[in-house]
Each structure stands twice: as C-alpha cells, then as structure tokens.
C-alpha cells in the first residue's frame, strides 16, 4: 500500500499522460524498439523511433521527452542521440537515457561523461554497476549484466542512498538503479521498490521497456515520480502476468495486456514502496 502523499503525486503523472497523450522520441536499441514502442503505447502516449541524424533534430524538438538507450550502439546512432540531445535542450524537452554497457567499453563511458556535463539528462536509468560506473566509481563488466556483488539490498542501501544521493543533487537529475530491488534517488527523496518477478529477467528488452515507459510519463514535470511509476508499473504488471502465463512466451504477451489494463487502485494496493 502507498501512503497517500505518494499515491497523489503518482496519481498525478499517471493521469497526465492519458489526458495529453505526449509524444516520445526514442532513439533505442534495435532489439527491443518494438516492444519500447508499444509499451508507450500501452501507457497511453505516442511513440516516434526516428533516428536519421539528419532529422532527428526536427522531430525532438517538438516531442515531449526524448528517450535514449545505449544498447547496440553505433556510430550514426551516438550522433543522432547528441543532435536529439542538444535539440532537446535547446526546447525544454526532458531526456532519459539507459545507461546500457556502460561499464563496458571506454567509448561508452566517454560518450556519458560528456552527454550528462552537455545535455543534463532529467534521469538516469540502469542497473547498479553502470550507475556506479557513471557516477565516477571504478566498475569492470564483461556484459551488460549487474555485478552480482554490488546489488542494492536492505543492509547496503543506506550507503548507496548517501552516495548516489548527493551525486543525484549534484547532477540535478534522478537516478533509477533497476535490480531485484529498485532503487530511486533525487539526492532529496529515496525509495526503494519491491514489486517484480523473476521472468521480468528472462525476456529480452524489460529493462528498455521500463526506459520507455518513465520517458512517457516525463512530461508531467515531475521525473522522480515518473521514475518510480514507471519502475511500479512495470513491477506490478509483471506480478500479474506471470499469474496468467505458461512460460516467457506467454508472459511477455500478457505483460502489455497487464501494462494496458492497470487501474489507479492496482497502483496504490499493490504497490510495494519504502521511502528512505
């Protein structure tokens, strides 16, 4: 159960978007596009995947947030992302970026350093060793999966709440830390968030979704609530999908049926918060 300051202000972003339908640029990663697609669809925003460096600034600058993911990068894709970027600043439009690999390859991590000191993105999303990574701590990664040992858990997060924290306050931006446990921080407000099921991990592309799905909800002008509705959302969709589902296949069908049909009450009941 939320309390009821939070359920408001998440109430807020979740009717904000079914009321304008705001429209999100997503320069994401070619094997999820489809399902980021859909997944704003589902939230009840309009999705557009342009990524033509020479359009791209064209069509960021009358969207409603740009949504950025580092998954499969190329050379044309890390270029539309700054033009987009630097668009996105220029008309007030809110960026998120998935911060995929990001302790992998020093071009990605360059790439970041740069990004967030040029186009302040309103918030970070990854898992706890590219957030680390991005945040100037020394992590090595041999994929694009978390550093089992960093995992955010209830004995550490006190500690990893002080210091993404500050670095959060710092940057002006939310960083939303995806795991078995969610983590959330604006340097002024944490939570962490229990909703989820295991198959979350076991079909591609969940972790774009969810990039996905905060982008959508960013033009309601408050990115730590979207952060945690989105991170919400998908947990409790998930919860209820793997209730009607046979295997991957089936759940990852039935997770944007549940996604699509979340009523307001599903949110506040089965939302699972603890604030910091």
């Known amino acids: 159960m939320i309390n009821h300051k939070i359920s408001q202000e998440i109430l807020e972003v979740s009717h904000f978007i079914r009321k304008t339908s705001p429209l999100i640029h997503c320069i994401t ?7 980021c697609a859909n997944m704003i669809l589902a939230l009840g925003g309009r999705p557009m995947m342009a990524e033509h460096p020479e359009e791209v600034d064209e069509i960021t600058s009358v969207a409603n947030a740009l949504c950025l993911n580092l998954g499969s990068i190329t050379r ?33 991590k360059n790439f970041l350093q ?4 040029k186009y302040k993105p309103a918030v970070l999303k990854g898992n706890i060793t590219e957030i680390l990574s991005t945040c100037g701590i020394e992590c090595r990664s041999s994929g694009v999966e978390a550093n089992k040992e960093q995992l955010i858990d209830e004995q550490n997060v006190d500690e990893y709440a002080k210091f993404l924290g500050q670095w959060a306050k710092e940057h002006s931006a939310v960083l939303l830390v995806s795991g078995p446990i969610d983590f959330i921080t604006d340097g002024e407000n944490s939570y962490m968030v229990h909703n989820g099921v295991p198959m979350l991990g076991n079909i591609t592309g969940t972790g774009c979704m969810l990039n996905a799905m905060v982008a959508a909800l960013l033009p309601s002008g408050n990115p730590l609530m979207a952060a945690l509705l989105g991170t919400i959302t998908l947990g409790i969709a998930g919860e209820k999908a793997e209730q009607v589902s046979d295997g991957p296949g089936t759940f990852h069908m039935k997770l944007f049926d549940e996604v699509y049909n979340l009523k307001d009450g599903d949110i506040i009941t089965k939302g699972k918060i603890i604030k910091l």
């Open 29 to 35: 990663n070619p094997i999820s596009i489809n399902d």
């Open 76 to 108: 044309d894709r890390l270029l539309a992302m700054g033009i987009s970027a630097a668009a996105a600043r220029d008309h007030g439009v809110p960026i998120i970026i998935d911060l995929v690999g990001a302790a992998c390859s020093t071009l990605r």
């Open 114 to 117: 740069d990004f967030i000191n």
